[in-house]
T-cell receptor, first 111, second 114 residues
């Protein structure tokens, strides 16, 4: 059973556009929601993270929006660049720092 | 910048053979994780260590997989015997003490079982 559901599976955005990736969860015990960026042949790298007591967090061009009542959160990439082309994973933490990952979104930013 | 080291980066083995992966976490990180990432999916936790002790190995297929972190520093993940379905990326991650949420991943070992 997938603990964190992620969509879309793939996304193509024009340079300068906004990329939006959505995730949903059911387990209300989750207390930390990170996003990871993964380039081919590399391990995932922490991009940005949010706690459920905050509705939005922004770091540069990356913003997490969090809707606790709907149990949904999303990643917005503003002014998307070709260098942002990668696979993005949302995740949720439960218990002794166990992370449950979504299935990933392959983002392609075309010049 | 300190990184999690893993070796080998790639491994091809025949089914029924034994295979081992090595991980050296970021210096000072007490918590170490092994994940398996099947192509096109997100990582799934196999085992978590706090120092040399196993915290969670509920998802580790113990009939063929084993993991150890004898001195609480580097760690080895072993598969014996390997099966075709074990083909995946094996990722190691570590967390700094007191900041449990941030997990730093290594580059992974790509295993292909033929």
């Amino acid at each position: 059973q997938q603990q964190v559901k992620q969509s879309p599976q793939s996304l193509i955005v024009q340079k300068g556009g906004i990329s939006i990736i959505n995730c949903a969860y059911e387990n209300t015990a989750f207390d930390y929601f990170p996003w990871y960026q993964q380039f081919p042949g590399k391990g995932p790298a922490l991009l940005i993270a949010i706690r459920p007591d905050v509705s939005e967090k922004k770091e540069g061009r990356f913003t997490i929006s969090f809707n606790k009542s709907a149990k949904q959160f999303s990643l917005h990439i503003m002014d998307s660049q070709p260098g942002d082309s990668a696979t993005y994973f949302c995740a949720a933490r439960s218990g002794a720092n166990n992370l449950f990952f979504g299935t990933g979104t392959r983002l392609t930013v075309i010049p | 910048e300190a990184e999690v080291a893993q070796s080998p980066r790639y491994k091809i083995t025949e089914k029924s053979q034994a295979v081992a992966f090595w991980c050296d976490p970021i210096s000072g990180h007490a918590t170490l994780y092994w994940y398996r990432q099947i192509l096109g999916q997100g990582p799934e936790l196999l085992v978590q260590f706090q120092d040399e002790s196993v915290v969670d190995d509920s998802q580790l297929p113990k009939d063929r997989f084993s993991a150890e972190r004898l001195k609480g520093v580097d760690s080895t993940l072993k598969i014996q015997p390997a099966e075709l379905g074990d083909s995946a990326m094996y990722l190691c991650a570590s967390s700094p003490t007191g900041v449990l949420y941030e997990q730093y991943f290594g580059p992974g070992t790509r295993l292909t079982v033929t």
